[in-house]
């Protein structure tokens, strides 16, 4: 059974530098094809995707916040990390991980954590 | 980006009765190497992380009640719900994985009548 859950402060003030960490058990990040994507969601508002890593440490990341956003993964611990720089109020959001596999769903973000509600304030 | 816009933003609809939610893309999202359309539906209640309901446009995830089904392809597709039940009151967002940026819908909000 897959499961993901994503940790982290509760509370950030601006400017400071997010750091979440996403925890996952049930599948191996040194597996061909396997992803685990971070999406985060805004109160009351959308869905957007922020970064991706794959097994094989490719990379992708939001255009947009490109600049602000490093991910990374410790295969030993299966733990993917993502950092956000420069945080403003308007980062507040649930923080999404997901998992995504090449043969599973189609390759979509298919298993995803609990979330975790960051708040950016002073 | 490919961006996804979602209609109607909102919908009631009577208990049995259909559901329909329309999403287009700003560009195909058809491989043509395969011929699968990277287009996925999820539903999200309050308080709980999406749900993955359609893959490949038209891909039924596993233990998804059959009343829920996708149709399109390329730029324009549909989620239906064929009798909808109470449990189904959630929001409903497409999501592109064509390619990055891996962009969403803004969103529909489905309520009953």
């Known amino acids: 059974q897959i499961t993901l859950k994503e940790s982290g402060p509760a509370l950030v003030k601006p400017t400071q530098t997010l750091t979440l960490t996403c925890t996952f058990s049930?599948?191996?990040?040194?597996?061909?094809?396997?992803?685990v994507g971070w999406i985060r969601q805004p109160p009351g508002k959308a869905l957007e995707w922020l970064a991706l890593?794959?097994?094989?440490?490719?990379?992708r990341y939001s255009p947009s916040l490109k600049s602000r956003l490093t991910i990374s993964k410790d295969t030993s611990k299966n733990q993917v990390v993502i950092t956000m720089t420069n945080m403003d109020p308007v980062d507040t959001a649930t923080y999404y991980c997901?998992?995504?596999?090449?043969?599973?769903?189609?390759?979509?973000?298919?298993?995803w954590g609990q979330g975790t509600l960051v708040t950016v304030s002073s | 980006d490919i961006v996804m816009t979602q209609s109607p933003d909102s919908l009631a609809v009577s208990l049995g009765e259909r559901a329909t939610i329309n999403c287009k893309s700003s560009?195909?999202?058809?491989?043509?190497?395969?011929?699968?359309?990277?287009l996925i539906w999820y539903q999200q209640k309050p308080g709980q992380p999406p749900k993955l309901l359609i893959y490949?446009?038209?891909t039924r995830e596993s233990g998804v009640p059959d009343r829920f089904n996708g149709s399109g392809s390329g730029t324009d597709f549909t989620l239906t719900i064929s009798s909808l039940q109470a449990e189904d009151v959630a929001v409903y967002y497409c999501?592109?994985?064509?390619?990055?940026?891996?962009?969403f819908g803004q969103g529909t909000k489905l309520e009953i009548k």
């Open positions: 997901a998992h995504r596999y090449a043969l599973q769903a189609g390759g979509a973000f298919h298993i």
């Open positions: 049930g599948f191996s990040l040194t597996t061909s094809g396997v992803g």
């Open positions: 890593i794959y097994w094989d440490d490719d990379k």
């Open positions: 560009q195909s999202v058809l491989y043509s190497s395969d011929n699968k359309n990277y």
């Open positions: 490949w446009a038209s």
């Open positions: 999501h592109q994985y064509y390619s990055a940026p891996y962009t």
